[in-house]
């Protein structure tokens, strides 16, 4: 883990640790739930959900949100770290769904980085609403896991992958170019690999960002485009970006964080924060045995908390 991982109790000084609560709430609002830091051996420290009342010393309340009412929910009642998870509403509604279906159907990755494009726009102006909220008040620190969704609910459906694979194969025939012939093809096999994905049963549910690398790209260009925009406005807007842990591809979504930040902020937010943290859903002490914390060497900060994310 990088040095800064071991500088947390800077980011959550004494001062701003509240105390440990535990709240019932109906369904469909945020979750409060408690985070205690603690040190790992050869990592740093780390944060992870408690339900120790009786515990104090470095245990913060935080607010897990959804959504822009959730939000303002929690920070009415004076939560100023939050968790938020956005769901496929409003960032993957049906309006948007034939977007995201061209980049899943996309031949090539020239393909699919023009269709990515056309989501950006979009996407920022849903981040750009959440982060004008929060930053009406001052201290809101909001960690903002990238808008994600179940490939399986993304996916045309088979009778059209089908009737597009038959298109296809008509089209290669007849025609004499063979940069067109191989064009065609590459579409074909992507259209044969989504046919294969909607047969197979996966242990874990498959995510988009799961099979599309640049799908983290564009979701961190469309944060940080907004968060400019907040600060341009006047905002005082603190956010760090959540990862869901996913094996080998947490490294490539951490630098494709970091890349996205350096070349969208420049010099023109100075960031006392960490930018990009990784969340688990498991116990600390099994990953320590795993030597799974060991491995995350991108992570600014690490989240371990009892429940898996759900973008249903």
Known sequence: MKSNMNHAERWFAPSEAANSVQATL???????????????????????????????????TVARCAHLLEMQA???????????????????????????????VSG?????????????????????????????HSGIHMYVMLADAP?????PALSDLEQRMEVLQRLAAETDDSYEQQRLHQQWLKLKQCKQWLHNVFPEPMNISGVVPEW????????????????????????????PFAGGEWKQHAQLVRTAAEQIRCHDVKRDLPLVGVWLHSGISQ???????????????VWVCSEQVNYG
């Open 74 to 104: 929690a920070i009415a009642i004076g939560c100023s770290t939050l968790f938020v998870i956005p769901g496929q509403q409003p960032f993957m509604n049906a309006e948007r769904q034939r977007l995201v279906r061209e980049v899943l």
């Open 287 to 301: 990953d320590e045995n795993s030597g799974l914390l060991r491995d995350m060497t991108e992570a600014d900060v």
């Open 26 to 60: 109906e369904e469909n609002t945020f979750k409060l739930i408690s985070m205690r830091q603690r040190a790992v051996h050869n990592v740093g420290y780390v944060w992870e959900e408690t339900r120790d009342l009786q515990e104090r010393q470095g245990v913060q």
């Open 216 to 243: 983290i790209d564009m979701q961190a260009e469309a944060l940080f485009r907004a968060e400019k925009r907040a600060h341009d406005r006047g905002r005082d807007v603190r956010i760090s970006v959540l990862l």
């Open 151 to 155: 490939l399986i609910e993304m996916l």
């Open 108 to 136: 090539t990755v020239s393909e699919r980085c023009a269709a990515l494009h056309k989501l950006v726009p979009f996407m920022t102006a849903e981040y750009e609403q959440l982060l004008m909220t929060a930053g009406e």
